[in-house]
């Protein structure tokens, strides 16, 4: 059954700490996305990889990190330099077969700093 | 750049009547045209693209769009709305020129109403 996980599907975070979120794909896409969700608004884009080891800051990548060290992960990390961070994270991928526009989302995790 | 607007940011209709969900874009080149759904904290799921072939498009669950170059408009159409039809609908629009990122527009939440 191919898709895209992600986990947790809920996270809670203290002020001050980092935390990761999973992404998985079985779809055999090359590229992978990251996009946050805030109430009321459309996705923007943290960071994305269009192949393995590379990867380039979208519209709001500060205070994010992220690695693609695998064709099927692309995990985010949430760093204490990120000033809200309270969202809904969505992960997302395409081929180069769909011209890369046509994108697959993940069910999202979304994060709570206490 | 491009961009898209939703014109409208929360439609109310009754089951049964018809829905529409406007969508405004602004591109310098052909774009292609997505609405994705979302039901409460979930990801998103493709209902239906534009990319250059017919004009009128049709998705899944009903829904279809037409693609009108002069409007620079793709607004979203169903006949008669179902009370499971009621969630967040975005109209998203990519170009190739800019890496085929998708641009998301503010969201539509659908309000059906029994």
């Known amino acids: 059954d191919g898709g895209i996980t992600q986990s947790p599907k809920y996270l809670f975070r203290k002020e001050g700490q980092n935390v990761t979120l999973s992404c998985e794909q079985n779809?055999?896409?090359?590229?992978m996305y990251w996009y946050r969700q805030d109430p009321g608004q459309g996705l923007r884009l943290i960071y994305y990889?269009?192949?393995?080891?590379?990867?380039q800051k979208g519209d709001i990548a500060e205070g994010y990190s992220v690695s693609r060290e695998k064709k099927e992960s692309f995990p985010l990390t949430v760093t204490s330099a990120q000033k809200n961070p309270t969202a809904f994270y969505l992960c997302?991928?395409?081929?180069?077969?769909?011209?890369?526009?046509?994108?697959?989302f993940g069910p999202g995790t979304r994060l709570t700093v206490l | 750049a491009q961009s898209v607007t939703q014109l409208d940011s929360h439609v109310s209709v009754s089951e049964g009547t018809p829905v529409l969900l406007r969508c405004n874009y602004s591109?310098?080149?052909?774009?292609?045209l997505f609405w994705y759904v979302q039901h409460p904290n979930k990801g998103l799921q493709l209902l239906l693209k534009?990319?250059?072939?017919?004009?009128l498009v049709k998705g899944i669950n009903g829904f279809e769009a037409e693609f009108k170059k002069s409007e620079t408009s793709f607004h979203l159409t169903k006949p008669s709305a179902h009370m499971s039809d009621a969630a967040e609908y975005f109209c998203?629009?990519?170009?190739?020129?800019?890496?085929?990122?998708?641009?998301f527009g503010g969201g539509t939440r659908l309000m059906v109403k029994p």
């Open positions: 534009y990319t250059s072939a017919a004009t």
């Open positions: 591109s310098s080149y052909s774009p292609s």
């Open positions: 990889s269009q192949i393995v080891n590379d990867f």
């Open positions: 779809l055999n896409h090359d590229a």
């Open positions: 997302a991928s395409s081929s180069p077969w769909t011209g890369y526009n046509e994108q697959f």
């Open positions: 998203v629009v990519s170009v190739s020129n800019a890496g085929n990122m998708l641009t």
